[in-house]
């Protein structure tokens, strides 16, 4: 029944621009992907009147948005929020820090960073790198923004070609991990039985997804016993 359907994958997109969209919608498409778009727009959240940002608020509908959701690609415009009274710049750099800041599983996704202005992106992240290093005398893998810079995953691209670049790195997300993941989220309100694990047996799948979402190893290991289950129930051991 299953095997017939699309693979699901979620990916996240900030831009100022409510346009973006319908751009997206329309402009990314991969076969056998069923691409589910999650969009921000950070302007929503911007006082312009007081100019103010409503951190609080942002967050809170982040929250909402990725929760229980697996996400496999986060896309970000450059220059979103200029600076304002009670916030710095909203820039996908800062995105990335406030989606680390919420959880470790963040450190993992492909990350995106598309502009009209690609220059000018490399000058903002050499000078915050410059600045970060010249403020302690500790060794160089210390220093927080090169730190996290070197431990994610990022891509850079030009705003012209910002979907072929999605569409790429969809594509390229697709593994045997996510079509397991994709499988299973179809069943997510059957209960486990019969696995011999007491943490498993009664709950729902659903409750176990929400698990692996967060990186929890009671997740995973949920992955692997449901594997291990259906290549025993399928095959022979040689005799």
């Given amino acids: 029944m299953a095997s017939s359907n699309k693979i699901s994958l979620n990916y996240l997109v ?15 498409k991969v076969p056998g992907i ?7 727009n950070p302007v929503k959240y911007w006082n312009q009147e007081t100019n103010e940002f ?12 990725l929760r229980g959701k697996q996400i496999n690609l ?29 959880h470790e599983k963040f450190k ?6 598309y502009s009209g202005k690609p220059k000018e992106v490399s000058q903002v992240l050499v000078s915050g790198i410059q600045k970060d290093l010249a403020t302690t005398e ?33 594509t390229n997300s697709k593994s045997i991990s996510l079509i397991v993941l994709n499988t299973l989220s179809l069943f997510d309100e059957n209960i486990v039985i019969n696995t011999g694990n007491e943490d498993y047996d009664g709950q729902k799948i659903g409750y176990l997804l929400n698990l692996i979402s967060e990186n929890n190893d009671l997740g995973l290991k949920f992955i692997r ?14 005799e």
Wanted: proline content about 2%; aromatic content about 8%; hydrophobic content about 40%.
């Fill in 14 to 28: 900030f831009d100022d621009e409510d346009e973006e969209l319908n751009q997206n919608k329309t402009q990314v």
């Fill in 34 to 40: 069923e691409c589910n778009l999650i969009f921000v």
């Fill in 54 to 65: 409503d951190i609080d608020s942002f967050n809170t509908e982040l929250d909402e948005l």
């Fill in 74 to 102: 986060i896309a970000s415009d450059w220059n979103m929020i200029p600076k304002t009274e009670n916030y710095d710049e909203i820039n996908a750099l800062e995105i990335i820090k406030i989606l680390v800041g919420k």
């Fill in 108 to 113: 993992k996704i492909q990350y995106l960073i």
């Fill in 138 to 170: 500790e060794p160089i893998y210390s220093r927080e923004l090169l730190s996290l810079l070197l431990e994610l995953k990022i891509k850079f691209s030009t705003r012209n070609e910002r979907f072929n670049e999605i569409n790429t790195l969809i």
């Fill in 225 to 238: 016993e449901i594997v291990e289950l259906s290549i025993a129930h399928y095959s022979k051991l040689n």
